[in-house]
């Protein structure tokens, strides 16, 4: 098997890649290095059966020889990233994808879309199933990564629709472990590095809201069982187990063995309130359910920011 890998140099892509090499694949990563890191496939250096292209993914793609699968990894995801770079998120969820599909399409190859809880907004369903189309403001800051994901999963399906093409969506819930850049903006990097650091932790409102944390292993073999024997349907991949981002913050204090405090700031304009997977499609289709729990996750992750930091 041969398959590319857009955003290769990014957190989840890079483990994909690395999956996907153990299991035999011959892997073609492609990156631009907007929020990816060469220090993230610098590791790949030498394999043989992995090539690496430096693009633009929103610029039209070509690679030569045979595909059996695009996988479509390719934008910014944490809110930092995407409010940053509003412009260039809406370009890689539509022309991008439009990019990564027409080279599906040219190649006969299956088709896999990284999509995002987001695409649900600040949810009035709790949990989510795939069925809910989401309470999503368009015209909010947050809208330019929301509507992305939710554009790339209608270009997706309507070239699944009028082209036949063999595609999966994955809707992946909050994902955490080694390779977070230390300076992302997500919840669990930004509690680790301040704790790490002897910085306060930041929580923003009351800390009530929750959130579920899938650890990358976890997320990783979802996607690739997803890819293999999943359908063209949406399909949640996350942990369906649930946590206020304030017991989030008191098991990084725990674990670091930190003497942080935790500041408040004001709730980001549209923070979704709730976010729980509903995992009843995984588990029936692909037979898959996380395995690692959050304290266990967290350990590995707190080592890892203590190489990085050291």
């Given amino acids: ?35 990816g890191r060469p220090e993230n496939i610098a590791h790949l250096t030498g394999n043989r059966h992995f090539a690496f292209v430096e693009h633009n993914v929103t610029d039209f793609i070509a690679v030569e020889g045979p595909l059996d699968g695009v996988l479509h990894f390719a934008s910014p995801a944490s809110p930092r990233d995407y409010l940053e770079m509003p412009i260039q998120t809406l370009k890689v969820g539509s022309l991008g994808t439009h990019k990564a599909l027409g080279l599906a399409k040219a190649k006969g190859a299956r088709f896999l879309l ?43 399906m309507a070239y699944h629709r009028f082209h036949d093409i063999d595609t999966r969506i994955v809707r992946i819930f909050n994902t955490y472990g080694p390779r977070m850049r230390h300076h992302d903006g997500r919840v669990v990097s930004n509690f680790i590095v301040q704790a790490l650091r002897g910085d306060p ?35 949640n991949i996350g942990n369906d187990t649930e946590f206020t981002v304030q017991q989030l913050a008191d098991h990084v204090l725990r674990l670091t063995g930190s003497s942080s405090t935790v500041v408040r700031e004001p709730l980001p304009v549209d923070d979704p309130k709730v976010r729980q997977p509903d995992l009843t499609r995984a588990r029936a289709t692909l037979g898959w359910g ?20 050291a």
């Fill in 114 to 156: 990284a999509s995002t809880s987001e695409v649900y907004g600040d949810p009035l369903v709790h949990p989510q199933p795939e069925s809910y189309w989401g309470n999503v403001n368009p015209v909010g800051p947050r809208g330019v990564y929301d509507e992305a994901k939710r554009f790339a999963e209608a270009m997706t």
């Fill in 201 to 235: 932790l930041t929580v923003y409102g009351e800390g009530n809201q929750s959130r579920s944390f899938t650890y990358v292993d976890d997320l990783i073999e979802g996607i690739v069982r997803l890819f293999h024997r999943g359908t063209s349907e949406p399909t």
């Fill in 1 to 35: 098997m041969r398959v590319l890998i857009t955003g290769a140099a990014g957190f989840l892509g890079s483990h994909l890649a690395d999956r996907f090499l153990a299991d035999g694949a011959d892997v073609v990563g492609m990156d631009n290095f907007c929020t």
């Fill in 290 to 309: 996380p395995t690692v729990p959050l304290e266990d996750g967290l350990k590995r992750t707190i080592a890892y920011f203590r190489r990085e930091l």
